[in-house]
C-alpha cells in the first residue's frame, strides 16, 4: 500500500528520514554489491538477492548479523530511502510481483540514497543556532532537494547527484564554519580528509575541529571531546569511542556510531542510539 512521506521539517524533524524496513522491499539487501571481507561473509553482485532475504523482505538472520559475518549490513544506513522508493516512487509495487520494476528500481535506490543522505544533514543544518545566518540558503537547499526525490524513477535516474551534492556541501561548509566558530578561545585543528587510521587521540581536545572525511579506522579516542567538531564522512570503523562525548558534534550519523566501538559512558548527540553491540 502506498504511504504518503512529508516532506523533513525545516525545524529539524527526521523521522522520514530514518530506514523503516518494514515499508520497503529489501532493496539494500538486493539493489547493492557487497564482497566478501571482515564486513561480509560471502560476494553478492548488484541486483542479486541476498541468500538471507526472506519472502516477506525481512531479513532471516537480522538479530545475528555480526555474529554470522555480516557486520557491514549493522552499519548501512539507507537514511528512508529505502521506504520512499518502495511506497512513493513505485507506489507499493514490489519488483519480486512485478519484475519489470527491478532493473529500474535498483537503479534508483542508490541515487535517492544519496538525495536523503543530503536531506538529513540539511535538516540538522537547519537546527543549529550558529547557522542561522544562512537559514534561508538552507531551507531553499532543503526544498528543493526534497522536491528532487519526489520525481518519477525516470526524473529521479537523471538527476546529476555529484552536482546535487556539490551545491548542497558548500552550504554545510558554511554551515561547518559557522559553527565551529562559535568555539570561544581556541585554535580549531583542521584534520579535514587526514589519514589518521589507528591514532593514538585518548583523550584527546578535538572541540572545534574539522574532520570532514578522515580516516579514524581503529583510531583510540578514549575519553575524547570532540563536542562541536566536524564529523561528516568520518571513518568510524572499530574506532575506540569509548567515553568520548560526541554532544553537539555536528553532521555525525548513525551508521558512524555504529561502526565504531563505545561503551555506556560514550555521550553521543540528540537523535542517535546506542548501538547494541557497545
Known amino acids: 500500500m502506498s504511504q504518503k512521506h512529508e516532506a523533513p521539517s525545516a525545524g529539524g524533524d527526521r523521522l522520514d528520514l530514518q530506514a523503516d524496513c518494514g515499508s520497503c522491499f529489501g532493496l539494500c539487501c538486493v539493489a547493492l554489491p557487497f564482497a566478501a571481507s571482515a564486513d561480509f561473509a560471502v560476494d553478492k553482485p548488484a541486483g542479486k538477492p541476498c541468500s538471507n532475504l526472506q519472502a516477506d523482505f525481512s531479513c532471516g538472520i537480522h538479530a545475528r548479523l555480526?555474529?554470522?559475518?555480516?557486520?557491514?549490513?549493522?552499519?548501512f544506513d539507507c537514511f528512508g530511502a529505502g521506504q520512499k522508493v518502495s511506497q512513493v516512487t513505485f507506489g507499493g509495487k514490489d519488483w519480486r510481483s512485478a519484475p519489470g520494476t527491478s532493473r529500474q528500481m535498483f537503479d534508483v535506490f542508490p541515487v535517492m540514497r544519496q538525495l536523503h543522505e543530503l536531506l538529513w544533514y540539511l535538516s540538522e543544518a537547519l537546527t543549529l543556532p550558529a547557522a542561522r545566518p544562512i537559514h534561508k540558503d538552507l531551507r531553499r537547499a532543503l526544498k528543493e532537494t526534497d522536491r528532487l526525490t519526489r520525481g518519477s524513477a525516470d526524473a529521479l535516474a537523471e538527476v546529476d547527484v555529484a552536482a546535487v551534492r556539490q551545491d548542497v556541501n558548500a552550504l554545510l561548509l558554511r554551515t561547518s564554519e559557522l559553527v565551529r566558530a562559535a568555539v570561544p578561545g581556541r585554535k580549531k585543528k583542521n584534520h579535514r580528509g587526514a589519514d589518521l587510521i589507528g591514532a593514538r587521540l585518548r583523550g584527546a581536545d578535538l572541540r572545534?575541529?574539522?574532520?570532514?572525511?578522515?580516516?579514524?579506522?581503529?583510531?583510540?579516542?578514549?575519553?575524547?571531546?570532540?563536542?562541536?567538531?566536524?564529523?561528516?564522512?568520518?571513518?568510524?570503523?572499530?574506532?575506540?569511542?569509548?567515553?568520548?562525548?560526541?554532544?553537539?558534534?555536528?553532521?555525525?550519523t548513525q551508521a558512524q556510531v555504529n561502526a565504531a566501538k563505545g561503551d555506556a559512558a560514550t555521550k553521543l548527540p540528540p537523535g542517535l542510539s546506542r548501538p547494541a553491540h557497545w
Open 66 to 75: 555480526r555474529d554470522k559475518g555480516f557486520s557491514g549490513c549493522t552499519v
Open 208 to 252: 572545534g575541529a574539522n574532520l570532514r572525511g578522515a580516516y579514524l579506522i581503529a583510531a583510540d579516542l578514549n575519553g575524547a571531546d570532540l563536542r562541536t567538531a566536524d564529523l561528516i564522512g568520518v571513518d568510524f570503523r572499530d574506532a575506540d569511542l569509548g567515553g568520548a562525548d560526541l554532544t553537539g558534534s555536528i553532521f555525525l
